[in-house]
Every structure is written in C-alpha cells, then in structure tokens.
C-alpha cells in the first residue's frame, strides 16, 4: 500500500500558511517554556526530596497546579495551530495511535489532581506517601511527553503508518531512530529550564541555596543535552542530516543561532545570573522550535506541497483572533505578576 493514499486532503485555509506557522512557533515556544518548569521543577524536587531535603520539593509543589493549567491551556494553541497546517498529517497519527493518545486525559487528570492533593495535604501526609503522590504525578507528566513525542513524530513519517495494517491496533512510533533522543532532548531541556526556575524563585525569595542549586541543575542539564542533540540530529535521516549541515539555508541557520544562544544561557548559568540565563533560555527554546519547524517542513515535503493548499483570504476572523490574543497575553502577564508574588505557606 501507498502511505500517500492514507494523508487526506487538507481543506482551505483562510490565509496564507506562514500566518498559521509563525503562531504556531511561538505558542508552542511558550508551551514549552512553561512544560519544562513544570516537569523540570518537580523532577528535581523529587530527587531533592530522596536527599533529605523536603523544603524545597514542597515549595515547588505550591507552584505546580498552576503551572500545569497554564502548560495545558497553552498546548492548546499549538494543538488548534498544528491541526490547521499539519491536520492531515497529525489527525492520522492521532488515530493510529489510538488509545495510548486518550490516555494522556487520564494521565493529566491523575497528575493534576496529584499535585493538588500533595499541595493541600502536604502536613498531614507522610514522607513516604508524600514521594509517591509527587513522584506518580510526575510520572503521569512524564508518559503525556512520551506520548506527544510519539505523535508528533509518527504523523512525520507517514511508511510508518503501515504497521497498523499488521493487525495490533493503536501503536507507538517505536520503529523511529529519532523517537528515544526527541523525546530525551525535551526531559533533559526540561531540568536545565526546571533549574533556572528554582533558581528565580530562590532569587526572589532570598533563598541563595535555591538559587546555587538551581543554576547547577541548568549548567549541568544543558551541558548533557548538548550530547543528546547530537544524538538527535545524527539520528535524523541521511537528507535532514545534511539539510542541517548546510543544505537548506534556514534550517542550519537556526539550528547554529540556537546553539550560539544554548551557549550563552551555559554563560549566563556559570555566572550564576538567573535573570540574563531566563532572557537566554526564552531565546535558546524560541530557536530550536524554529529548528524543530524546519525539520517538520523537510519531513513532510514529499509528501505533501503546503503551497498546493488553497487559500480563501478570509482575514476577518484572523484580525479578530490577533484581538484576543493580545487581550489574552497582557492577561496572562497580569495572572503571572500575581503568581509570583503570591507567598507560598512555610512550616
Ligand atoms: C502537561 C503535560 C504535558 C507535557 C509534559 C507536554 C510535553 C510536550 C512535549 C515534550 C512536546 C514535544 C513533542 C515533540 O515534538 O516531540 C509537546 C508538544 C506539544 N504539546 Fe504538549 N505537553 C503536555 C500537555 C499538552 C496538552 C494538554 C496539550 C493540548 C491541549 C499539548 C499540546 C501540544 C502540542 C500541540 C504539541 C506539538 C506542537 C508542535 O508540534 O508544533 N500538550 N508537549
């Protein structure tokens, strides 16, 4: 069989894709960014925790409802934005694999309420039930990656879609070389930005501890994941691989700019200045999702040309859109001023 004959056809779109792509790098930046305070503060909470070293595991624990509710509505626009562009790839690779991709409501649902009960209870629950309730909605986060990782690489490589048809029903994208370092990349990124989130909050809370110990977790994170990117891109196929060697201009283009900017954040980090480090992560996350564009946009080109897809120039509901997002941004920035600021109840 074709994998050609499974991509359906992609209806119109309202205004030009480029519209459609730029929101979408810059959503799912911000998804990102929030992603890996969220997984990446816990984690190392968790592991601070089996140190004997309590405090700061509850600390975060304040933070963590919140940062889960905003990484969720902010995987939203990134999902409305990929499924407009790239639908006719993702919906497929959303269905192939079945119930492995509905079981992240389950699995946000028992982290969310995890973290909550973990804030609530935090004095009346014992050490042990303390690290599991943590420790099991951190898994839960952990296995929601794994598994937008499987997606958003499967609906990349469409010969892999043929495994259904051998019989054994939803699947994971485990045949792609890519899928271990992607997904690795993403947790190792998230405990460089979970540090310089500890770090911040050590910073405005006066605890110089935090604010040592968080800039240890990013230097030492991103130095790590300077090697599993380099897994991840010799782990591309041979033509991506030198379409990044400087084959296809804006993809080597941004993929040096954010390794040029990874080294400023490591800079930043060894200074120990979580301010200028926070300013370089933004810039660093911001430019490998560009990378990750260019990777998509090379994957899915033979398969499909974007610029065959109709146009209708229906701009009322894009300027209309624009209105609310800006309306939603400067909310937002308002809710996070408040966030921080809120104390958080010491023992
Ligand atoms: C809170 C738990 C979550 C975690 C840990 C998480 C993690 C991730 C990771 C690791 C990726 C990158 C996948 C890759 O490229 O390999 C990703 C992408 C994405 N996430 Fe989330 N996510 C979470 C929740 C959500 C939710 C609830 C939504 C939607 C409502 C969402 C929407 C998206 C979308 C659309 C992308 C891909 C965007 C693109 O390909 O451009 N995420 N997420």
């Given at each position: 069989m074709n994998p050609a004959t499974l991509i359906p056809v992609p209806d119109p779109l309202p205004i030009p894709y480029g519209w459609f792509d730029v929101l979408l790098i810059v959503t799912f930046t911000v998804h990102?960014?929030?992603?890996?305070?969220?997984?990446?503060?816990?984690?190392?909470?968790?592991?601070?925790?089996f140190k004997g070293k309590s405090q700061l595991a509850k600390d975060i624990g304040q933070k963590l409802p919140p940062l889960l509710a905003l990484t969720i509505n902010l995987g939203v626009a990134p999902l409305l934005f990929l499924q407009v562009n790239y639908g006719h790839f993702d919906y497929v690779s959303s269905v192939l694999m079945g119930g492995?991709?509905?079981?992240?409501?389950?699995?946000?649902?028992?982290?969310?309420?995890?973290?909550?009960?973990?804030k609530f209870r935090f004095e009346s629950l014992s050490l042990s039930w303390r690290r599991l309730i943590f420790g099991s909605s951190l898994a839960g986060l952990l296995f929601t990656g794994f598994m937008l990782t499987n997606n958003i690489s499967l609906m990349l490589v469409?010969?892999?879609w043929l495994q259904y048809f051998s019989g054994q029903g939803g699947f994971l994208n485990l045949a792609?070389?890519?899928l271990i370092p992607r997904y690795l990349h993403f947790m190792v990124g998230a405990v460089a930005v979970g540090g310089l989130w500890v770090a911040l909050l050590g910073q405005m809370r006066k605890e110089d501890e935090y604010v040592e110990s968080g800039m240890k977790w990013l230097t030492h994170a991103t130095i790590a994941n300077l090697a599993v990117g380099l897994w991840f891109l010799m782990a591309q196929p041979r033509e991506i691989l030198l379409a990044f060697m400087g084959g296809n201009v804006p993809a080597t283009a941004t993929l040096a700019a954010s390794l040029g900017a990874a080294g400023m954040l490591l800079?930043?980090?060894?200074?120990?200045?979580?301010?200028?480090?926070?300013?370089?992560?933004?810039?660093?996350?911001?430019?490998?999702?560009?990378a990750r564009h260019w990777q998509r946009v090379l994957?899915?080109?033979?398969?499909?040309?974007?610029?065959?897809?109709?146009?209708?120039?229906?701009?009322?509901?894009?300027?209309?859109?624009?209105?609310f997002l800006v309306g939603g941004l400067a909310l937002i920035a308002y809710m996070v001023k408040l966030y921080f600021k809120a104390r958080t109840g010491r023992a």
């Open positions: 990102i960014i929030l992603m890996n305070a969220l997984v990446g503060s816990a984690a190392i909470g968790l592991v601070r925790s492995w991709w509905l079981a992240i409501i389950g699995a946000l649902l028992f982290s969310y309420y995890g973290f909550y009960f973990y469409p010969n892999n792609d070389p890519t800079f930043s980090g060894f200074r120990k200045n979580p301010r200028s480090a926070a300013v370089w992560a933004v810039i660093t996350v911001f430019l490998m999702a560009c994957m899915v080109s033979p398969w499909k040309e974007m610029d065959a897809i109709p146009v209708t120039h229906q701009y009322g509901s894009f300027y209309l859109f624009l209105g």
